[in-house]
């Protein structure tokens, strides 16, 4: 089972800050959220990590309250080339972990 | 830096017989992860290997299903027997003798049919 709960599908219009948000009430002390997307036809890509408060990279910014219960992946300025599944896992920073993907969340961004 | 590459992209067989699907690892990567997707789904993970040992294969079926990640060469998912149930994506991924768990490579996959 995932370890983690995620809304089913979000629409959204090019240029609008997209926001998923991420439940995960039994994640473990030592669990990295991780967040992938996966386009139609391809393998599943990194997109960004985190274990607390708030990480930002070229992609997108990734935000985990302090009691790590939830967490959001923030996409500001969707563009029609966002539209993907987006997975949040939750894995130990340790080589040779299984990764548990759920059924993700399908973003559809529409001009 | 070339990515993780599968082969074939697309492998059609019919019931019965036998599906082999090939993945070669990101330059420099020791660890090779074998996933499954089935249409509507998220990724099943199936094995975990290192060159020359199954390190985890708790996700694989017990019977038809092997892999095998030797010293020289791809790493190889093995399907005996196909049966219609197996149709779905195979995933490759594989990560640096020393990453993170979160830190894996993933290839374009493999989508087998079964007629």
């Known amino acids: 089972l995932a370890k983690t709960t995620q809304p089913i599908s979000m629409d959204s219009y090019e240029g609008q800050e997209v926001n998923i948000t991420c439940s995960h009430n039994?994640?473990?002390?030592?669990?990295?959220i991780t967040w992938y997307q996966q386009f139609p036809s391809q393998g599943p890509r990194f997109i960004i990590q985190g274990y607390k408060t708030k990480v930002t990279n070229e992609v997108a910014s990734l935000f985990i309250p302090a009691d790590r219960k939830s967490s959001t992946l923030s996409l500001p300025r969707v563009s029609l080339s966002d539209t993907a599944v987006y997975y949040c896992l939750a894995a130990p920073y340790q080589a040779g972990t299984a990764l548990i993907f759920g059924k993700g969340t399908t973003l559809s961004v529409s001009s | 830096n070339a990515g993780v590459m599968q082969n074939p992209r697309h492998l059609v067989r019919r019931r019965g017989q036998e599906a082999r699907l090939r993945c070669s690892p990101m330059k420099g990567h020791s660890h090779v992860y074998w996933y499954r997707q089935l249409p509507e789904e998220g990724l099943k993970f199936m094995v975990y290997?290192?060159?020359?040992?199954?390190?985890?294969e708790s996700g694989m079926p017990k019977e038809r299903f092997s892999a095998e990640f030797p010293k020289e060469g791809p790493s190889i998912l093995r399907i005996q027997q196909v049966v219609r149930g197996d149709s779905a994506a195979y995933f490759c991924?594989?990560?640096?003798?020393?990453?993170?768990?979160?830190?894996?490579?993933f290839g374009p996959g493999t989508r087998l049919t079964v007629t």
């Open positions: 991924a594989s990560s640096p003798p020393a990453s993170a768990a979160y830190e894996q490579y």
């Open positions: 290997l290192q060159k020359e040992n199954i390190i985890d």
């Open positions: 039994n994640i473990a002390t030592n669990d990295y």
